[in-house]
T-cell receptor, first 113, second 114 residues
Framework: AQSVSQHNHHVILSEAASLELGCNYS??????LFWYVQYPGQHLQLLLK????DPLVKGIKGFEAEFIKSKFSFNLRKPSVQWSDTAEYFC???????????WGAGTKLIIKP | KAGVTQTPRYLIKTRGQQVTLSCSPI?????VSWYQQTPGQGLQFLFE???????NKGNFPGRFSGRQFSNSRSEMNVSTLELGDSALYLC?????????????FGPGTRLTVL
């Protein structure tokens, strides 16, 4: 069955630390890839997406993600996190054979001021 | 442009009761998807409606049903509630069907089953 795996359920970092959140999926065909973020008390919102082209995509608030097809991965990165990045981050994959998004379980990120 | 709205925001029900949740999508969006969110489980897809037709359904029992109206507003119904149905129910709207593009989420309805 198609699945999305987010390796860390909880991550705690200090401000200015670098961030990398892992996302792997199990599907060998073409995919659209998404990262969504849910800030405390706010709606889920799109952080960035990849459909095709340059595998390094940039999103809002200084986030970027790299699609590595050979590794079935779409890791999220930010060079220097801020306290306001405290949120839950979800990776989602849309396989071309499927008619729905497949979601990871989410990673709760806490940034210590 | 107004965002996705969901009503009610909070619900408390007892086992065996039924509940109806409502979602109004962003104007112009004809796709509405419903998700169940529980801690540690991420988002579990319930179903998607597009132009009043159910396009896809997740692995939930038949107690979970939905519909969409001609103005794209959607409702979700859960009958014979169980304790395990306690969750945050999210609605998302999109321009396209099938989950292939950005989805815009509402604030959710927090359902507690006692």
């Amino acid at each position: 069955a198609q699945s999305v795996s987010q390796h860390n359920h909880h991550v705690i970092l200090s401000e200015a630390a670098s961030l990398e959140l892992g996302c792997n999926y199990s599907y060998g065909g073409t995919v659209n890839l998404f990262w969504y973020v849910q800030y405390p008390g706010q709606h889920l919102q799109l952080l960035l997406k990849y459909f095709s082209g340059d595998p390094l995509v940039k999103g809002i608030k200084g986030f970027e993600a790299e699609f590595i097809k050979s590794k079935f991965s779409f890791n999220l990165r930010k060079p220097s996190v801020q306290w306001s990045d405290t949120a839950e981050y979800f990776c989602a994959v849309h396989p071309d054979s499927n008619y729905q998004l497949i979601w990871g379980a989410g990673t709760k990120l806490i940034i210590k001021p | 442009k107004a965002g996705v709205t969901q009503t009610p925001r909070y619900l408390i029900k007892t086992r065996g009761q039924q509940v109806t949740l409502s979602c109004s999508p962003i104007s112009g969006h004809r796709s509405v998807s419903w998700y169940q969110q529980t801690p540690g489980q991420g988002l579990q897809f319930l179903f998607e409606y597009f132009s009043e037709t159910q396009r896809n359904k997740g692995n939930f029992p038949g107690r979970f049903s939905g519909r969409q109206f001609s103005n794209s507003r959607s409702e979700m119904n859960v009958s014979t509630l169980e304790l395990g149905d306690s969750a945050l129910y999210l609605c998302a709207s999109s321009l396209v069907s099938g989950g292939g593009d950005e989805q815009f989420f509402g604030p959710g309805t927090r359902l507690t089953v006692l």
